[in-house]
């Protein structure tokens, strides 16, 4: 039979403020355990929430981002359900009436077509504590530093049919919540988190199957493995003749398999009810303008001005703009650099650039090249003082601080390009007498081996020759 | 708004029938009052468990009274003067008591509170 896959995801996404949703502890990362819990966070009695204005901001520019519904009038419900880490019996979160609504989400598969996913809802929610097991003699320890930071619920429609595009759709999304600047995207410090609800179908059944919801996918490659290993349990259940529970199921990469999380039949009887400390968040108009018009360059408008301004392919604009930072480091060295190419900016910064970084493990701000010695490197290669291989060994200097601009590098090693058509002459001529078979082949007609020559110049010029020059010299005095 | 309306009486379905029963319960039986002790972890006798039974059936059957009412495009209030909920800067403003709030933790461990094992 033919199965049809139905994918939705749930993205946590923590907002990057100072203090927490409802309290005036810090949210900063990495702190002594219990060291920014207060009163409020550990619910002692008595205390009351007041809203932090900035988490609604960001949750207001995540809904403008995706052209959402706002929720003029929005409420905070009690969550209930017990747990350790949870110290009041409850989360405060949203239910009927989150404060983003409906919008949607354009992302690029790889056969480079587009499809829309719906983003249902986005609420705002405080984050629970965390509980360590095992290192405490049969107890369970509890830090609750992170209860209370504020967090963004992103959920999406059931729109996404495969886990290649559950990982664009959450590509898509950490690189817009970066773009806006309300979360850091950390997923190592779970900064960023992903929930998917998975099921599967016969194909063309309009009904959707039951779902089970897969946990402790955090990182974009367990969410791909993570939903692919699902997808083939509940396929292969199926065929066997049995049927889907809907549960709560725990990835495990070590062993890439899923596996049920709990059987509570109670587990989802959370009693959502409004939370009588808050009074129901209403969006000032002027509030989301103000915002609407802070709102910076998105992701997708950016890669379409770099299409047309720059003339770069759908591919080259897609890549440089996947991340703020690497759009901006672009968008910068090609300012700099002189002459200001933009193809050949777009080639190096994906190439040579993305390769270093991706070696080293670097993000592009971490990159020891910046973009204006990148730009200085960009413009010895555009007005043909060093060719393209040259500049890969300016480059490898720059990167290892051999040097504090190309042209130091350039000028301390020797490796201005020669231009000079009297020595490429020379050269050419010694090739020629060095290598009388394949000036035969090439003379009896096999052109191709005019590479095998022209590599031989470049060798005996140290690889400062102009290649150009060199393959025109080399055919005009071959043919001669 | 009628969105809203809507959404808040579905609420006070949820409210007061937990049992996830889109009927109205009338009366509660003892499985009922002792899955709602346990949902909010209340210890009780189970001699009063017909008592409690019956004193919550009666607060339902006053909801299926007000439930009579039509409270079509009346949107929920939420407080009697329509206040809205004020928001506050983002700063930090409170300081480590971890000592202090620990003083009266039944156990704790280098900062942590602990807690009996929780299995996942």
């Known amino acids: 039979m033919e199965w049809e896959v139905v994918i939705g995801l749930e993205i946590h996404a923590q907002l990057a403020t100072k203090s927490k949703i409802f309290s005036g502890a810090s949210t900063q990362y990495g702190a002594q355990p219990n060291t920014q819990a207060c009163a409020v966070d550990l619910g002692f009695p008595g205390v009351l929430p007041v809203l932090n204005q900035e988490a609604v901001k960001m949750a207001i520019k995540f809904g403008l981002a995706v052209g959402a519904e706002l929720t003029p009038r929005s409420v905070f419900e009690r969550k209930n359900y017990f747990y350790p880490d949870l110290p009041k019996g409850y989360q405060i979160s949203q239910f009927e009436l989150p404060v983003v609504g409906k919008g949607e989400l354009t992302i690029e598969l790889e056969d480079g077509t587009e499809k829309v996913i719906g983003i249902t809802r986005a609420h705002l929610e405080e984050d629970a504590g965390k509980s360590m097991h095992g290192n405490f003699g049969g107890h369970t320890g509890v830090d609750l530093n992170r209860a209370g930071t504020p967090l963004l619920e992103i959920v999406s429609e059931p729109d996404m049919s495969s886990a290649k595009e559950a990982v664009a759709y959450m590509k898509k999304i950490h690189a817009l919540v970066r773009y806006i600047d309300i979360c850091d995207g950390n997923m190592q410090e779970g900064s960023f988190r992903c929930d998917a609800n998975v099921s599967v179908r016969s194909m063309g059944q309009k009904e959707l199957g039951t779902r089970a919801e897969l946990k402790n996918i955090n990182s974009f490659r367990n969410v791909e493995r993570g939903i692919n290993v699902e997808v083939e349990r509940q396929i292969e259940l199926l065929e066997e003749g049995g049927t889907v529970v809907q549960e709560t199921r725990l990835y495990d990469a070590d062993k890439n398999e899923t596996r049920s999380m709990r059987s509570k039949e109670e587990a989802n009887d959370y009693r959502y009810f409004p939370d009588p400390d808050l009074l129901p968040l209403v969006l000032e108009e002027s509030m989301i303008e103000s915002i609407r018009r802070s709102l910076p360059e998105l992701p997708n408008a950016k890669r379409d001005r770099f299409v047309q301004e720059f003339k770069l392919s759908d591919y080259d604009a897609t890549v440089l703009t996947s991340t703020r930072e690497l759009a901006d480091y672009y968008e910068s060295a090609l300012k700099q650099a002189k002459p200001s190419d933009p193809k050949l900016c777009a080639n190096w910064v994906t190439g040579t650039l993305s390769a270093a970084l991706n070696k080293a493990d670097l993000d592009i701000t971490e990159s020891p090249v910046d973009a204006a010695k990148f730009a200085g490197l960009l413009s010895r290669i555009g007005d043909n003082t060093i060719s393209g291989n040259i500049a890969k060994k300016v480059f490898e200097a720059l990167w290892h601080g051999e040097g504090d601009s190309a042209d130091t590098i350039i000028e301390a090693q020797g490796l201005k390009q020669v231009t000079d058509a009297g020595a490429i002459e020379a050269i050419v001529d010694e090739v020629i007498a060095k290598c009388p078979d394949q000036v035969a082949d090439y003379r009896g007609g096999k052109e191709q081996i005019i590479g095998f020559l022209v590599g031989q110049v470049m060798q005996a010029s140290k690889g400062k020759a102009n290649p150009a020059q060199v393959n025109e010299v080399l055919r005009k005095k071959l043919t001669s | ?120």
């Open chain 2, 1 to 120: 708004m009628q969105g809203a309306v809507e959404q808040a009486q579905n609420h006070l379905n949820y409210l007061f029938f937990p049992l996830n029963s889109t009927e109205p319960v009338m009366s509660l039986d003892r499985t009922d009052v002792e899955k709602i002790a346990h949902l909010a972890r209340l210890g009780i006798n189970g001699q009063d468990i017909p008592e409690y039974a019956q004193t919550l059936s009666n607060i339902f059957a006053l909801v299926e009274q007000m439930n009579e009412v039509d409270t079509h495009n009346i949107i929920p209030m939420a407080h009697p003067l329509d206040a809205v909920q004020r928001l506050r800067e983002d700063c930090v403003t409170e300081t480590n008591q971890r000592e202090l709030f620990q003083s009266i933790a039944p156990k704790t461990e280098a900062g942590v509170y602990l807690v009996p094992q929780v299995i996942e």
